[in-house]
């Protein structure tokens, strides 16, 4: 059996809303790295992770390769849902059906995961997609599924994992209950960590620090003197200044949208996030409460990232 993982590649859908992008970490590691790995564990002798690209669908081409080099079935995931599917399940499902292609589906439509068989493939390139044999068979999945196409199902898969309503293992130490800190991160010893929470490798949380509500902040990270996290994501490579107050909200680099009022911000232009380069890191930078002193009233934090 082979494996064939269909990318968003770098031009984002205008189906996506938001920030969101495909190459965010839910708690350490991409949606794409976690389809990989269950299907590694299936034991498939090939994977291989190609680009969408309606000009050059290289799936198909890799798809045809492998069948004339005697590939018997192909797997075909193509990204846009993180979903708990029994994998060896739809193998089994495909194996007993009577049909070349079985298409996965739950309440909402397909799901983009195909099972195709080696003939079907070479009979007629056209199969080779999630809806090109009108004949084929229908696997529905009744379980956990999130559609990742905006920045509020991110958090929403974000705080799932957290809460333990699905499957996905956050990577690093679990400190204590629902808490996880990567043994790379450092945590000053005054920062409030309240679970679920998860910092990940070589982060810098600074003294002061409070994070609570499911929040997450991402590998080579920084969160400077004070500033508070709630119900918040930081992506990979950001550094917050001190005495921010962020709630509803994704982080990523200078940009963060706020979930709740469906606005998007550049905190870089006031210098209240920067995108950290593979430099070396800043040295320990100086308060700038002053900067942000409007956010500290409870009238302001309700509209505030």
């Known amino acids: 059996m082979g494996a064939l993982v269909v990318t968003t590649g770098v031009d984002i859908s205008s189906a996506v809303q938001g920030l969101w992008t495909p190459s965010w970490p839910v708690l350490g590691k991409t949606v794409l790295q976690r389809w990989i790995e269950r299907v590694q564990g299936l034991g498939v002798g090939i994977v291989s992770v190609v680009d969408r690209n309606p000009q050059e669908p290289k799936q198909v081409h890799t798809m045809v390769e492998w069948a004339k080099e005697g590939v018997e079935q192909i797997l075909l995931i193509v990204i846009g849902a993180y979903?708990?599917?029994?994998?060896?399940?739809?193998?089994?499902?495909?194996?007993?059906?009577?049909?070349?292609?079985?298409?996965?589906?739950?309440s909402q439509g397909p799901l983009g995961i195909s099972l195709l068989d080696r003939d079907c493939v070479l009979a007629n390139r056209a199969e080779a997609s999630p809806n090109g044999d009108p004949t084929s068979s229908r696997y529905d999945f009744l379980g956990y599924v999130v559609r990742l196409a905006s920045t509020a199902?991110?958090?929403?898969?974000?705080?799932?994992?957290?809460?333990?309503?699905?499957?996905?293992?956050?990577?690093?130490?679990?400190?204590?209950?629902?808490?996880?800190?990567?043994?790379?991160?450092?945590?000053d010893a005054s920062a409030q960590i309240h679970a679920p929470c998860y910092i990940g490798p070589a982060t810098k949380i600074r003294a002061g620090v409070v994070i609570r509500g499911c929040s997450s902040v991402e590998?080579?990270?920084?969160?400077?003197?004070?500033?508070?996290?709630?119900?918040?994501?930081?992506?990979?490579?950001?550094?917050?200044?001190?005495?921010?107050?962020?709630?509803?909200?994704?982080?990523?680099g200078t940009r963060g949208e706020h979930l709740g009022l469906g606005v998007t911000v550049d905190l870089g232009a006031n210098s209240l996030a920067e995108r950290i380069g593979k430099q070396a890191r800043r040295t320990h930078r100086s308060p700038k409460l002053a900067c942000v002193s409007a956010l500290s009233t409870p009238d302001a934090q309700k509209g505030s990232l």
């Open 219 to 252: 590998r080579n990270c920084e969160i400077d003197l004070g500033t508070t996290l709630d119900h918040t994501s930081i992506q990979p490579n950001t550094y917050l200044a001190p005495g921010l107050y962020f709630r509803e909200s994704v982080v990523d």
């Open 153 to 187: 199902k991110y958090r929403q898969l974000v705080e799932d994992a957290l809460e333990g309503r699905c499957r996905i293992q956050p990577t690093g130490l679990q400190t204590r209950q629902n808490v996880w800190i990567d043994r790379t991160a450092d945590v």
């Open 83 to 106: 979903a708990e599917i029994d994998l060896p399940d739809l193998i089994r499902f495909h194996s007993q059906g009577q049909r070349k292609v079985t298409n996965v589906f739950d």
